[in-house]
């Protein structure tokens, strides 16, 4: 299929392309069997590895315009950037996060509480440094058409930008979060590169905060009919969640059974259809989230589009939280697969680039980029 | 059915923009046409590598070593038996699914992480003797005064001087690093530690337990022990290696490990503290069966309670195994004698003020660390 370059007429300006995935449970579940096992053996030092062959599997089973991606990252490289972070960042930030444990042990309360609080705050600026230095790696060992992606300015901007937009939002209790979430989707996309071509996002927070509202509402709501509902079952079952204290002062253990149980399990369930119905609130503002985000994301001419319902990704998300709790995290690159095959069904670009005009980038490679990543255990 | 001609797609890497290209099969390469028959390159079958197989679609796209960022995308009808025998072991090596790398990576982690096991010991050993006296004093002391906040130091006059007819009596048996310093804690809790620097504590529980003074002595004796060893300090870097090494290198897998080797080093240290309990007592001349009577005590009360924890998870070696121990020793003994008078040991059980006592907890392990 011969290709148009200089794709200005209107015909390719509407095209629409999707991204395909071709892989398969039955292809990752050997990849990833080898890869617990290994990392079991090594006691953790292969997960560097592990996480590289699960990437370079998925990314080659994802196609556009019937070329696939490639991902260009090697274990070595993830391990070596580990261990720059641990010998020059996490050591000497642990050593003294210890010391300031010892003052406080030892009673030089003032002294080794501002040391702790200092620590935890470098963390924290690191925290956003290391979230943009690991999209930068993944980034700039991303290729497709044999040309790679990147990510242009300082990490430390971003983790600057990071740390000030996040203490917004705790100062408004929460109510900042669209604003950031956009404002850090605006500086991490304008600044994402794919060969020469530039990535372009101009939107502003405003049509989140219609979702993001609702979503809060729903929450309150959902609050207050389970504590209506705790109230009425307590009051219902009152005889059944005393607890006879002296007996259990004596020794005496039989009657222990019942009312403890009862009380735990009723807690445990009441904490547990909380969360859903919290998890389900903010799935409005989310989806809405990630409809606002990438449908006003652009690439040299070419729109995204995301075309999923609320309900089917609660579900999605829902499938995803349940995978990784009963895994106990090991199902992990089964939902990374499950994501990529997200996009591949749910995914529209619209208009193709005037790939003649875009080159390979010019954009150094980082040598490492996971290391602090790693160390906070992000991604 | 094999064809020497495919039709593909081709970049090459400078440029985005992708051609309609001819390839051509011959012996040991393949040649990259435009469709018209203009040559633009030539790759070996050698520099080949896939860059992934969609066999779904029939297709599949490759990449030489020779040149970066260049690709090549065959979509014919037939590719793969065409690939299969011109270059069938470009098709081999899918990407992340390989199994001889990962084996590799594993067997070199692996040896290097033996040597490192084999040389740890001797790196906390190292890094034990660099640290100076004065330091493992101060350590020692600022972790006792840390207990003594709460738990004051009892000083009952004639309890501290049959203490100290006890303890100078045990010191004179074995070389110290430090003179130790053994006090008596107000706490109701039957248990006893050595801190780094030679600091001994005894809580007032241990002490009231205790059926005689020689089962006193032995427990003296046994942080004794762990003091002419140096257990504290060692105890004290080998965990902040464990836990800096194992467990932030190797993430949960290693932070488990950690916490079985910490345990195992635990158990060994208690046993060689056994050890050298039962020398220093028979080269004072005092019976080891008070230690044994109360390991014998201390079991019976952890039967009622909770019995069969996982020595893998514990911190001191079975109970009745050290018991079992120190009553094999006592074969070999020789004459002893008391190591306090009838009322020596009664003014030793009183050091502690009787008012002011807290309640009395019993832990169900009962360790004597």
Known sequence: MPENSGGADAQSRDEKHYLSFEGRFGELLPIVLLNILLTIVTLGIFRFWAKNRVRRYLWSKLRLLDEPFEYLGTGMELFLGFLIVFFLVLLPLGGLLFYGQYLIQTLRIGTGLTIMLSVYMIFFFLYGVAIYRMRRYQMSRTSWRGIRGGQTQSSLKYGGLFFILTILRVITFGIATPYVANKLWKWEVNNKRFGTGKFDYQEDSGGLWGPFFASIGLAVAAYIAFIILYIFVADLTEGAWTIDMEALQRGDFSDFGLGVYAIFAFYLLFLLTFNIFVLISFNIYQVALLRHLTNHTQYENMLFEINVSAWKYLGFTIVNILIIFFSLGLADPFVQMRWVRFYADHLTLIGVPDFEHISQTVLEKPRFGEGLADAFDIG | ?369
């Open chain 2, 1 to 369: 059915m094999r064809s020497e001609v495919q039709p593909g797609y081709y970049s090459d890497g400078a440029s985005a923009i992708r051609h309609n290209v001819r390839v051509i099969f011959k012996n040991e390469m393949i040649e990259i046409q435009t469709e018209s028959g203009r040559h633009i390159d030539v790759w070996f079958y050698r520099d080949l590598e896939l860059v992934s197989n969609s066999r779904q679609g029939g297709l599949v796209t490759m990449k030489t070593l020779a040149t970066e960022g260049a690709r090549l995308t065959l979509t014919g009808d037939n590719i793969a038996e065409t690939l299969q025998y011109f270059a069938p072991a470009v098709l081999k090596k899918e990407p992340g699914r390989s199994i001889r790398k990962p084996l590799v990576i594993t067997a070199v982690t692996v040896a290097i992480m033996g040597l490192l096991i084999l040389v740890y010991p001797v790196l906390t050993r190292f890094a034990a003797n660099l640290v100076p006296t004065s330091w493992e004093r101060e350590y020692g002391r600022d972790t006792v005064a840390f207990w003594e906040q709460h738990w004051p130091v009892c000083t009952n006059k004639k309890g501290i001087a049959a203490l100290e007819k006890m303890s100078d009596r045990l010191v004179a048996q074995e070389q110290f690093p430090y003179r130790p310093n053994i006090q008596v804690l107000n706490f109701g809790m039957v248990n006893a530690f050595a801190a780094p620097g030679g600091e001994v504590v005894l809580f007032r529980g241990l002490i009231e337990k205790a059926g005689s003074a020689e089962e006193v002595a032995g427990i003296l004796a046994h942080e004794l022990g762990h003091v002419t060893h140096r257990h504290p300090i060692k105890g004290a870097i080998d965990a902040i290696g464990l836990s800096i090494f194992l467990q932030s290198f190797g993430g949960d897998v290693g932070g488990f490990a950690a916490q079985i080797t910490a345990l195992s080093n635990s158990r060994k240290n208690e046993s060689e503290a056994d050890e050298t309990a039962i020398r220093i007592l028979k080269s004072a001349h005092i019976s080891p069966s008070g230690l044994k009577d109360f390991f014998d005590s201390i079991s019976k009360d952890a039967d009622s309670t909770i019995s069969g924890f996982p020595t893998l998870l514990s911190s001191h070696p079975k109970t009745e195994d050290r018991a079992e121990m120190v009553r094999r020793s006592l074969e070999q003994s020789a004459i002893t004698t008391a190591i306090l008078t009838e009322a020596e040991w009664q003014d030793l059980k009183a050091i502690c003020p009787q008012s002011d006592q807290d309640e009395v907890t019993e832990s169900e392990e009962n360790p004597i660390e």
